[in-house]
């Protein structure tokens, strides 16, 4: 099995935003999608008073980034589980609180890499790209969807999220070459959006396959519905002074992610109140200015940088609905 690469997105800036939260005695760090371990090695290496729970919903990840963490000792702890179960995973661990979370969305290098578990579209293999990958896992595959879902259901996967502009069209012809050779590896749909999508627009925006491709891992792994659980989860868990840190790489995630960010950091009062009641203000703040993005020496030396998307808010007051006190 070919042993995947990692190269950490916006590594520096997200270390920088966190921090200034892991700077105290016993802070701890959720990192929600751990992958390869990257952003936690760093953070790890950088706050030296911090602690890091690692939690990824794939084994294998989880393996590696134990071998890369061990030199850590006790400061790492990995856990199986979905980044969603955020408060089952603190209740098992008996704590409270934590100082930070951070949420790296989307494909990450363990699956892209490992061609075995069929998300890259560059090479042929199962049509599988469900994250946990396990043997015991039996949700449906890729292949399922691709074999079962009806040609309106296969649009709107297509369309929501993979922002296909052909979408209808090609799930017609999903449809239409199934009842003669079911799919089973990714070559045949890769060969299929080749002829299906129009010479002009395979050489724009990247790979023909592209788009599909991500439409379907978001869909096998339920990634919205998780994501929609996910940040609230997290912003209830964090202390006062602690940070809640998500990259996106999808206009949807991040719409997500700016909507959950606007609604806690929004003021209630009235706008033509002269002032702000004491109690009234805000339990978070944002910390970055809109979205922030890779620049374009990242994006030259790491490809997958190019969408990013980040954004982190802080608490600095705790609510009478989450109880955070400060540290």
Not at 179 to 190: D, I
Request: with cysteine.
């Amino acid at each position: 099995m070919s042993r995947p690469q990692h190269d950490p997105v916006l590594l520096d800036r997200v270390v920088a935003l966190l921090e200034p939260a892991l700077d105290r005695e016993g802070a701890v760090l959720v990192d929600a999608t751990l992958g390869l371990g990257g952003h936690s090695e760093a953070l790890l290496a950088r706050c030296s008073l911090a602690r890091v729970v690692g939690i990824d919903r794939d084994p294998r990840a989880l393996d590696l980034a134990r071998e890369r963490l061990a030199p850590y000792g006790d400061r790492f702890t990995a856990v199986h589980a979905v980044y969603d179960e955020i408060p089952e995973v603190l209740a098992q661990l008996g704590l409270d609180a934590v100082e930070g979370v951070f949420f790296d969305l989307g494909v990450s290098s363990m699956q892209l890499d490992v061609a075995e578990r069929g998300f890259a579209y560059a090479v042929d293999a199962p049509l599988d790209m469900r994250m946990d990958g396990g043997p015991d896992d039996d949700r449906p595959t890729a292949a399922d969807v691709l074999n079962t879902y009806s040609a309106g259901e296969l649009t709107r996967v297509l369309r929501d999220y993979g922002e296909e502009k052909f979408a209808r069209k090609i799930a017609g012809a999903i449809v239409r070459r199934r009842e003669t050779q079911p799919f089973t590896t990714s070559a045949a749909l890769v060969e299929l959006l080749y002829d299906e999508i129009p010479a002009p627009a395979r050489r724009t925006g990247g790979h023909p396959a592209k788009r599909t491709f991500q439409a379907l891992r978001m869909e096998v792994n339920d990634e919205l519905a998780v994501l929609r659980r996910a940040i609230p989860a997290a912003i209830e868990a964090i202390s006062v002074g602690g940070r809640v840190v998500v990259e996106s790489y999808h206009s949807l995630e991040d719409r997500l992610v700016k909507q959950a960010f606007v609604a806690v950091t929004r003021s209630e009062v009235p706008h033509d109140l002269p002032f702000v009641p004491e109690g009234s203000e805000p339990a978070l703040r944002l910390v970055t200015r809109g979205a922030e993005k890779a620049d374009a020496a990242e994006t030259a030396t790491n490809p997958r940088a190019a969408s990013v998307r980040l954004r982190a808010v802080e608490r600095v007051r705790p609510t009478p609905r989450s109880g955070k006190g400060a540290a």
